[in-house]
């Protein structure tokens, strides 16, 4: 791959962010960072800053006892600014299971997550399982 780029280094610790290691979120996150979680879940909202988002990612993982997985992801498209993937979120609850297809959108700044997307391909499983949150 050669010299590493920001776009390389941001690849690199996202995939290790969906592999569950919150220190890889530490370092592509900074406090312009914002996520968008779209729904009508009690997940739903916007979510601005490294705090913030590592708080709602320890609550998903508090709320399914760490069973929360993101599979699989594929760079569907990218530029030196735009990620998209394409994977699978999966976790189980007390009272339920979540399995849908996701796609991620990334907005990049050097190497660091400037806005994110979180869309489930099925909105309705998705905002039905985190309706308990």
Not at 28 to 55: K, T, W
Not at 87 to 113: C, F
């Amino acid at each position: 791959m050669g010299a590493s780029t920001g776009f390389d280094r941001v690849w690199v610790r996202y995939g290790a962010l969906l592999d569950g290691d919150m220190s890889a979120a530490a370092l592509v996150l900074d406090d312009a960072s914002i996520l968008h979680v779209p729904g009508r879940s009690g997940l739903a909202g916007d979510y601005q800053g490294r705090e913030a988002i590592l708080g709602l990612l320890g609550r998903m993982a508090e709320y399914t006892h760490d069973t929360l997985r993101f599979g699989s992801s594929r760079l569907v498209a990218e530029d030196s600014r735009v990620l998209v993937l394409q994977g699978n979120m999966s976790a189980t609850s007390t009272r339920a299971r979540l399995d849908t297809d996701v796609i991620h959108a990334l907005s990049l700044r050097g190497d660091k997550i400037q806005e994110a997307w979180l869309f489930s391909l099925n909105q309705d499983d998705f905002d039905e399982f985190w309706s308990g949150r």
